[in-house]
């Protein structure tokens, strides 16, 4: 069974552009959940949806957003990229709402 | 608000000398608590879930416990491959499913 896809690995990016990173959950996962981890907070929670409905939200400001698609792939989005953003996004699917199977992340740069 | 906190922020140990982890934590209700390890650049592991007071699971070198208001991670003669970030995450009864409240973690490492 396949694992959670990220795409893509890695990501440059400039201050102010935009970025919109891909998750692919585990086949007959429908709840999928997007995490910021830096090395100094960690790991903090985002979002997450449930058959394309956003369920709950972080703490972050409305430049982050995500959908989820009918297939439960999700998209996360960044607009006006600052260089504090530049962390390494997590995505996780689950089944149960408990156990959560992450991905290996995208890395994303801000310069 | 839901707080998870976990000492020591690192600990060097050499193979063979078992020694613990710990996670603190404040929830209203605790749904579950859950224990991960991370690789670097990889996302984090599922290792155990503890539900309840007084709980213990055991997964080869490791195990953990679980109070009312702390859980530990117990290693017991470590290996090199031990080596990695340990993270403790709760989930609030009174939250709905999926918000997993993430600590900072503990980097181990065990040196041959």
């Known amino acids: 069974k396949a694992g959670v896809t990220q795409t893509p690995r890695y990501l440059i990016k400039t201050r102010g552009q935009q970025v919109t990173l891909s998750c692919s959950p585990i086949?007959?996962?429908?709840?999928v959940s997007w995490y910021q981890q830096t090395p100094g907070q960690g790991l903090q929670f985002l979002f997450e949806y449930f058959s394309e409905t956003q369920r709950n939200k972080g703490n972050f400001p409305g430049r982050f957003s995500g959908r989820q698609f009918s297939n439960s792939r999700s998209e996360m989005n960044v607009s006006t990229l600052e260089l504090g953003d530049s962390a390494l996004y997590l995505c996780?699917?689950?089944?149960?709402?408990?156990?959560?199977?992450f991905g290996s992340g995208t890395q994303l740069s801000v310069l | 608000e839901d707080q998870v906190t976990q000492s020591p922020e690192a600990l060097r140990l050499q193979e063979g000398e078992s020694s613990s982890l710990n996670c603190s934590y404040t929830?209203?209700?605790?749904?579950?608590l859950f224990w991960y390890r991370q690789d670097p650049g990889k996302g984090p592991e599922f290792l155990f879930t503890?539900?309840?007071a007084g709980e213990e699971k055991e997964k080869e070198r490791l195990k953990a416990t679980l109070t009312k208001k702390e859980s530990f991670l117990h290693i017991t003669a470590p290996k090199p491959e031990d080596s990695a970030t340990y993270l403790c995450a709760v989930q609030d009864l009174k939250t709905s499913y999926d918000k997993v409240i993430f600590g900072p973690g503990t980097s181990l490492s065990v040196i041959p």
């Open positions: 086949s007959g996962h429908r709840s």
């Open positions: 996780a699917s689950s089944l149960d709402g408990q156990l959560l199977f």
């Open positions: 929830v209203s209700g605790l749904r579950g």
């Open positions: 503890l539900y309840s």
